[in-house]
């Protein structure tokens, strides 16, 4: 998969990502987000645009693994930071992006599809914290469909980056040293 950002926006969202890139939170959960969504998306009819903007920016603004609140609406503003060198989106779209982000946590199902389709593609690697998602806090049928996918919950369960993840952490490497010279 590719990512919908350009490696210059890409390194600069990973810049000031606090954590751990390989963390609990960090690239391999993006990338499964990602993944899910994708899968989704094809199912719910999401502009899979803004989901997959959704996967990288909905956690990167966290500063612990644990409880972080306001990382959701701060993941919202670096999106709004950078909108200008994001692809063209409408003023609709990043509403749609903005929100998910700033809400994912909260525990919502009703929203527009797009939304729904952010936060269960979130919601589907739950497993990684050890929880199973519930199917009450799915808000589509397609997430709760997946959520009996064994093969989803252990690559989850046990951390399992998609392929295309380790080019994600080469580029945030490629990044680094640059700044270091």
Known sequence: MSLPVSTEVFQRILRDYELEPMGIHGLPHWGRVLVHGARLAADTRADLLIVELFALFHDARRVNEHRDPDHGQRGGDLAHTLRD????????Q???LYFACKYHTKGH???????????????????RVGVSPHPKRLCT????????DKELA?????HKPPGFVEEWLELAKSDRSARLD
């Open 85 to 92: 060198r994001l692809p063209p989106l409408t003023n609709a």
């Open 94 to 96: 990043f509403d749609l």
């Open 109 to 127: 199902t009703e929203a527009d599809v797009t939304v729904q389709t952010c936060w269960d593609a979130d919601r589907l690697d739950l497993h």
């Open 141 to 148: 049928d397609a997430a709760r469909q997946l959520a009996h």
């Open 154 to 158: 252990e690559r989850s369960m046990y």
